[in-house]
């Protein structure tokens, strides 16, 4: 038999730095994402006490979660991302504790099934930290305690005491939200998986032990139906019946069992072969054989004995199909996909036990000879490592993203109307919606806001034009958007449409400076929301412009010279835009988008320097031919703007860059 000897390092040390390597290295440089953004601006303005009126409609049972951890944590990206390194390591701590509770014999099991989950690749967003801890994470932790408490009740001289604490802490992870439904079905399997005799022994004895268990989960189900078909949360009503099929039902199945049993461990190759000589790939590559370095001895240092005869794989994968199925049950019962790399497989963490364990089972029936099994264990886990870490710098990119959005945003428009509605088709970035954007620059732009309607709201016409907060884009229409306690009232009248390309600069749109015949094919109906746009909201004299929170200012390149070039051309300062080009040239700073030279080109010959204006317009064509439209564009908006003398030389310039066919 395998016995596992009292290793060297401690164990809690060994936890904390496999936390550490897989989630802590980037924390610095990690922030806030999705809907962290909302919830840290209610926590900041609105106190933690608004997380239960605001939960109320949607998962009541979350806001006294939401309330005590924002009581006790200010809304700063750093104490967050730090706060979930702490839980993080919790719950390796407490699923190993809790498969020791169920196996108490098998030691090394236990041990590396804490290990698979502490680094479970298949679900990467660890990082949208104040949104997943309590959501997702703390209800988790509860719900492992649980399942460890009823299997010490079951060694326990006292067992109602302990029964009692794992009732309580059932309540606690089942209630707050619906990911974790289908997994208490893995008790009943853990428990029909240690007792003895028949079958039909073995279920009797299991049901009597889960009996309580059994009548929280059916009232916690009658819970559920009550609050999606007929409370206030019916917009989320459960729909998978009116297109369930068996064979649909197999196909997802199937698809779960691939991608949480097998998949999620060799991803990264996939991610990182994409573009192998990347930095991020091959830091990516050197933890990977870092961690490796590290497990395979320390794991091979706590084996003596191969465990050949036992027969524990084949109960892992029994129980691990099913508790992968089962995590799966709420997000398919909502119809929602189970795509990785994406927000949506926060919907793994539920799969998180059933997935670990099935992988565990399977390797223990495939592989006898121990010193392999030890070093694929060890490969496993360092696998896990490094996607954790791959996954790591996609939220650092994002919020260094972030970071250039917010910037450019204050450097084009130092404050804001109060009531202004911010139109855009989409923000060139993963992580963060509509909804997501609205709370920092409520943040930015209304940094003294007290409890009343919020006074900025943005919108994206892809998602939302033709639905019930963007019904139309006609002018003087009301605008009503519910922002969870309070809302924003505006009107499409009083509207800036901004664009901003992946690789370009933040743009500011307005239809007296010809960007309807310049932007007309942007995507969608987009281009019908530039005729709203109104720059006159946009405060250009302020003692104080606005700073965007928690981010230093980066280093003024290309954007920076152009979004402060377009604020000058507003303010009517042709000179200063011509200046802040030729600082930007001189340093080397040149645009990934030849639209950005419209705004110097118009500068240039507003200033009575058409020569200058021609040569950079003949530059950027050769560059780009398909810019010729906003070329030509911008010259018309000279002519208009010249004297009698001067038009008959634009003119010319018009013909020279054929200008007569657009």
């Given at each position: 038999?395998?016995?596992?000897?009292?290793?060297?390092?401690?164990?809690f040390?060994?936890?904390?730095?496999?936390?550490l390597?897989?989630?802590?290295?980037?924390?610095?440089?990690?922030?806030?994402?999705?809907?962290?953004?909302?919830?840290?601006?209610?926590?900041?303005?609105?106190?933690?006490?608004?997380?239960?009126?605001?939960?109320?409609?949607?998962?009541?049972?979350?806001?006294?979660?939401?309330?005590?951890?924002?009581?006790?944590?200010?809304?700063?990206?750093l104490?967050?991302?730090?706060?979930?390194?702490?839980?993080?390591?919790?719950?390796?701590?407490?699923?190993?504790?809790?498969?020791?509770?169920?196996?108490?014999?098998?030691?090394?099991?236990?041990?590396?099934?804490?290990f698979?989950?502490?680094?479970?690749?298949?679900?990467?967003?660890?990082?949208?930290?104040?949104?997943?801890?309590?959501?997702?994470?703390?209800?988790?932790?509860?719900?492992?305690?649980?399942?460890?408490?009823?299997?010490?009740?079951?060694?326990?001289?006292?067992?109602?005491?302990?029964?009692t604490?794992?009732?309580?802490?059932?309540?606690?992870?089942?209630?707050?939200?619906?990911?974790?439904?289908?997994?208490e079905?893995?008790?009943?399997?853990?428990?029909?998986?240690?007792?003895?005799?028949?079958?039909?022994?073995?279920?009797?004895?299991?049901?009597?032990?889960?009996?309580?268990?059994?009548?929280?989960?059916?009232?916690?189900?009658?819970?559920?139906?009550?609050?999606?078909?007929?409370?206030?949360?019916?917009?989320?009503?459960?729909?998978?019946t009116?297109?369930?099929?068996?064979?649909?039902?197999?196909?997802?199945?199937?698809?779960?069992?691939?991608?949480?049993?097998?998949?999620?461990?060799?991803?990264?190759?996939?991610?990182?072969?994409k573009?192998?000589?990347?930095?991020?790939?091959?830091?990516?590559?050197?933890?990977?054989?870092?961690?490796?370095?590290?497990?395979?001895?320390?794991?091979?240092?706590?084996?003596?004995?191969?465990?050949?005869?036992?027969?524990?794989?084949?109960?892992?994968?029994?129980?691990?199909?099913?508790?992968?199925?089962?995590?799966?049950?709420?997000?398919?019962?909502?119809?929602?996909?189970?795509?990785?790399?994406?927000?949506?497989?926060?919907?793994?963490?539920?799969?998180?036990?059933?997935?670990?364990?099935?992988?565990?089972?399977?390797?223990?029936?495939?592989?006898?000879?121990?010193?392999?099994k030890?070093?694929?264990?060890?490969?496993?886990?360092?696998l896990?490592?490094?996607?954790?870490?791959?996954?790591?710098?996609?939220?650092?990119?994002?919020?260094?993203?972030?970071?250039?959005?917010?910037?450019?945003?204050?450097?084009?428009?130092?404050?804001?109307?109060?009531?202004?509605?911010?139109?855009?088709?989409?923000?060139?970035?993963?992580?963060?919606?509509?909804?997501?954007?609205?709370?920092?620059?409520?943040?930015?732009?209304?940094?003294?806001?007290?409890?009343?309607?919020?006074?900025?709201?943005?919108?994206?016409?892809?998602?939302?034009?033709?639905?019930?907060?963007?019904?139309?884009?006609?002018?003087?229409?009301?605008?009503?958007?519910?922002?969870?306690?309070?809302?924003?009232?505006?009107?499409?009248?009083?509207?800036?449409?901004?664009?901003?390309?992946?690789?370009?600069?933040?743009?500011?749109?307005?239809?007296?400076?010809?960007?309807?015949?310049?932007?007309?094919?942007?995507?969608?109906?987009?281009a019908?929301?530039?005729?709203?746009?109104?720059?006159?909201?946009?405060?250009?004299?302020?003692?104080?412009?606005?700073?965007?929170?928690?981010?230093?200012?980066?280093?003024?390149?290309?954007?920076?010279?152009?979004?402060?070039?377009?604020?000058?051309m507003?303010?009517?300062?042709?000179?200063?835009a011509?200046?802040?080009?030729?600082?930007?040239?001189?340093?080397?700073?040149?645009?990934?988008?030849?639209?950005?030279?419209?705004?110097?080109?118009?500068?240039?010959?507003?200033?009575?320097?058409?020569?200058?204006?021609?040569?950079?317009?003949?530059a950027?064509?050769?560059?780009?031919?398909?810019?010729?439209?906003?070329?030509?564009?911008?010259?018309?908006?000279?002519?208009?703007?010249?004297?009698?003398?001067?038009?008959?030389?634009?003119?010319?310039?018009?013909?020279?860059?054929?200008?007569?066919?657009?």
């Amino acid at each position: 038999m395998m016995n596992i000897r009292l290793p060297k390092i401690n164990i809690f040390i060994i936890f904390a730095l496999t936390t550490l390597l897989a989630y802590g290295i980037l924390v610095p440089v990690t922030g806030f994402y999705w809907d962290d953004w909302p919830f840290a601006w209610s926590a900041n303005f609105l106190g933690p006490a608004d997380f239960n009126p605001s939960f109320a409609p949607y998962r009541p049972f979350l806001g006294p979660v939401f309330f005590f951890t924002t009581s006790l944590i200010p809304a700063v990206p750093l104490y967050w991302q730090i706060f979930a390194l702490v839980i993080r390591f919790l719950l390796g701590i407490s699923a190993w504790w809790m498969f020791r509770q169920v196996w108490p014999q098998r030691p090394r099991i236990a041990l590396l099934a804490a290990f698979f989950m502490l680094v479970f690749p298949g679900y990467s967003q660890h990082w949208v930290a104040f949104t997943h801890i309590n959501q997702e994470l703390i209800p988790f932790l509860f719900y492992l305690l649980s399942f460890g408490f009823t299997f010490k009740a079951l060694h326990a001289e006292k067992p109602a005491v302990y029964t009692t604490i794992a009732l309580l802490l059932q309540l606690c992870g089942i209630f707050p939200t619906e990911y974790f439904f289908g997994i208490e079905g893995l008790r009943f399997l853990l428990l029909f998986s240690i007792m003895d005799g028949s079958l039909f022994r073995r279920f009797a004895k299991t049901l009597k032990t889960w009996w309580p268990y059994l009548l929280v989960w059916i009232f916690n189900a009658a819970w559920l139906i009550y609050y999606y078909k007929f409370g206030a949360y019916a917009s989320y009503a459960i729909t998978a019946t009116k297109s369930f099929t068996v064979l649909n039902f197999l196909q997802d199945a199937l698809d779960s069992i691939w991608k949480a049993g097998f998949y999620v461990w060799i991803q990264i190759f996939n991610l990182t072969l994409k573009s192998p000589t990347a930095p991020a790939s091959l830091l990516t590559f050197g933890l990977i054989l870092l961690s490796f370095a590290f497990f395979a001895p320390y794991l091979k240092a706590m084996i003596q004995e191969d465990e050949t005869k036992s027969n524990i794989g084949l109960a892992l994968i029994l129980i691990g199909i099913p508790g992968i199925l089962l995590g799966r049950l709420p997000s398919l019962a909502a119809e929602l996909p189970l795509t990785l790399q994406s927000s949506y497989d926060r919907f793994m963490i539920s799969m998180m036990i059933g997935g670990s364990l099935f992988l565990l089972g399977v390797i223990e029936i495939l592989v006898r000879k121990v010193s392999i099994k030890t070093y694929l264990f060890a490969a496993i886990i360092a696998l896990g490592i490094g996607q954790q870490f791959f996954n790591a710098n996609i939220f650092r990119r994002d919020w260094e993203d972030q970071r250039n959005i917010y910037w450019q945003m204050a450097w084009r428009m130092p404050a804001l109307e109060p009531n202004t509605l911010i139109l855009t088709h989409q923000m060139p970035i993963d992580y963060e919606t509509d909804a997501s954007f609205s709370a920092p620059i409520n943040w930015m732009y209304a940094p003294d806001y007290t409890r009343s309607n919020i006074p900025y709201l943005m919108l994206y016409t892809e998602k939302r034009l033709g639905g019930g907060a963007l019904p139309t884009l006609e002018p003087d229409q009301p605008i009503y958007f519910n922002y969870r306690t309070v809302s924003f009232y505006g009107n499409t009248s009083q509207t800036v449409v901004i664009y901003m390309p992946r690789g370009g600069c933040l743009r500011v749109l307005d239809p007296a400076q010809g960007d309807m015949e310049i932007y007309a094919k942007l995507p969608g109906g987009f281009a019908q929301a530039i005729p709203l746009s109104d720059p006159s909201r946009i405060i250009t004299d302020v003692d104080k412009p606005v700073t965007p929170m928690f981010f230093a200012e980066p280093q003024h390149e290309w954007c920076y010279y152009y979004t402060q070039a377009e604020l000058a051309m507003q303010m009517g300062k042709y000179q200063q835009a011509v200046s802040l080009g030729d600082e930007a040239i001189s340093r080397g700073y040149q645009p990934a988008d030849q639209l950005e030279w419209l705004v110097f080109i118009k500068a240039h010959a507003l200033t009575g320097d058409l020569e200058s204006a021609q040569t950079i317009s003949a530059a950027a064509l050769e560059e780009d031919a398909k810019i010729r439209r906003g070329i030509c564009s911008t010259w018309r908006q000279v002519q208009d703007h010249s004297l009698a003398e001067k038009k008959s030389k634009i003119e010319q310039i018009l013909l020279k860059f054929e200008c007569n066919s657009q």
